[in-house]
């Protein structure tokens, strides 16, 4: 039977050596009668798990000194309340870059807590670009910059960091997180929910600069709150054991197959190959965002002929090439090529778009 490619946005395929350590770890209890899903987070097994999986994420990364890493429960979107509930303090004023659909929902929740100054905005128009990077008027007051770097949806993906001076530069990375390296000493937090590149949905990562937990976060519930977390080892409420053992085994894949330059080095040729194919294509298939800023995770793109939307999507599922349908604000379609998409399935769909584009002659 050939192989089907899961081209999904989130939860988005894993790699299969991960699934099949995950599926030993799964069967296998230890002396205390517990499996991985079975054991409780006050047990040294647990603890070790935890431990584990922070120092391998911190070697990926090359962790600098002075950042602490939290597995939380929960998704993304939670973090679009914590960061306000945590990082505010006694500031008012909280600055958020406008790239797209899942910076609007990140603006519309700081809203909730605090006075947001959109201070760079996306042009929404063909062709999308990241917002411009220079001269962000950063209100002096400020608590901290936010930034999406990987718009999931629109497929927008920033060429560069604005330079936010003083003001910590926060960062939604769950589109783009271990896609290659990064300089984390450029941020004061990233957060990254789990569900591309790190494993299964349910669990947030978050990096976050020691001195930012010396803010006032009066608001902020319990498990909510990082400084709380970070000083009961990660187990303010019960941590999703499952999903971090599972995020170590993802670690150990990465490290594996050559680390994050290794992804980087991937992840690029992948999207070099569909892009070209699009670009190539006489106008059949175009792509909306300027070269540039096309994501390297989520490569968006349409038929110029918008009737034939969905005999594409039909056909390249039953040609095995499944979840290619565009975020549901943005329309067409979009393969999502994240670390554990391998390019026998960037080949696959390239090969059925000329196909498909010849059959329609
Ligand atoms: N931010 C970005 C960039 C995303 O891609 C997503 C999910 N696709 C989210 C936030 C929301 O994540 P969750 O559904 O896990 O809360």
Known sequence: MSPVYNFASGPARLPDAVLERARDTLLLRGADGACALERPFSSP???????????????LLGLPAGYRV???????????????????????CAA??????????????????????????????TPLAAPPLANWPLPDDCAYCHITPNETGEGIAY?????????????DATSCFLAGPLD?????????GAQKNIGPAGLTVVIVREDLLEREARYAPAPYCYRQQLAENNTVNTP??????????????????GGLAAMALANRRKAERLYHAIDTSGGFYQAPVAHG???????????ADERLTEPFLQQAEAAGLTHLRGHCHVGGLRASLYNAM????????????????????
């Open 45 to 59: 097994a647990f603890r070790a798990t935890l431990e584990r999986a922070r120092q391998r994420l911190a070697a």
């Open 70 to 92: 939290l597995f939380l429960a929960g998704g993304a979107m939670q973090q679009f309340s914590m960061v306000p509930l945590n990082l505010l303090g006694r500031a008012r």
């Open 96 to 125: 958020y870059a406008d790239s797209g659909y899942w910076a609007g929902r990140a603006i519309r929740e700081a809203r909730r807590y605090a006075e947001v100054a959109v201070v760079a905005r996306y042009q929404g128009a």
């Open 159 to 171: 060429p560069a960091l604005p330079d936010t001076g003083a003001v910590p530069l926060v960062a």
């Open 184 to 192: 984390v000493s450029r941020f004061g937090l990233i957060y990254a």
């Open 240 to 257: 999703v054991g499952w999903a971090i053992e599972l995020a170590a085994l993802v670690f150990d894949w990465i490290a594996e197959s």
């Open 293 to 303: 800023h096309r994501s390297p995770s989520n490569v968006r793109f349409q038929l």
């Open 342 to 361: 391998p390019q026998a399935g960037v080949d696959a769909l390239v090969a059925f778009m000329a196909d498909f584009s010849r059959r329609q002659g």
